[in-house]
């Protein structure tokens, strides 16, 4: 997975005739011209990072950059590291499944939707059961039927080869 890195300007690297200057301890020191705030940071041996390229003036803070930079990626780990990746579980069927066996697999789709999983049935034939699609089709639109309540379907029924599948995303 490749990252989207923003592009920070430093230093030399602004263009802007004015900007809103934070000082090194994070109280505002106003709005300045660009030169100035250069001083300023080279002053205390710092860098001029625009953090808020977007307001008007663009906001400047005098940081040591590569700490900022260090604190940047801690904060993006960190992020991560508490969203939910949304798993696909997979469920296996046959046209021709008995009553509580077919209770048992709805049921476990029912859980992984309820975990805010992703669920994906698939209806296998296998040899002459190809001759009668629509008893499998039948399947599985009981199926979509008994997880409408806590699920709906991402993607209809299709058939590929020999398996019919759909997918079922959680509410």
Do not use: W
Request: aromatic residues 6%.
């Amino acid at each position: 997975m490749v990252a989207i890195k923003k592009f920070i300007r430093t230093n030399d690297r602004i263009r802007v005739p004015q900007v809103r200057v934070v000082g090194p301890d994070g109280n505002q020191l106003g709005v300045m011209a660009i030169q100035r705030a250069l001083d300023l940071a080279n002053q205390s041996e710092l860098d001029l990072v625009e953090v808020a390229p977007s307001a008007n003036p663009p906001v400047c803070r005098i940081v040591d950059y590569s700490k900022f930079k260090y604190d940047e990626e801690k904060k993006e780990r960190e992020a991560k590291k508490h969203q939910k990746q949304g798993k696909l579980k997979e469920i296996r069927l046959k046209p021709n499944i008995d009553d509580h066996d077919f209770e048992t697999k709805v049921k476990q789709a029912v859980s992984f939707l309820k975990k805010k999983d992703k669920v994906r049935i698939n209806l296998f034939f296998r040899r002459r059961q190809m001759e009668h699609v629509d008893l499998g089709r039948k399947v599985l639109d009981k199926f979509i039927q008994d997880v409408q309540t806590d699920g709906q379907v991402e993607k209809p029924p299709m058939m590929e080869g020999r398996i019919m599948s759909f997918v079922v995303a959680p509410k």
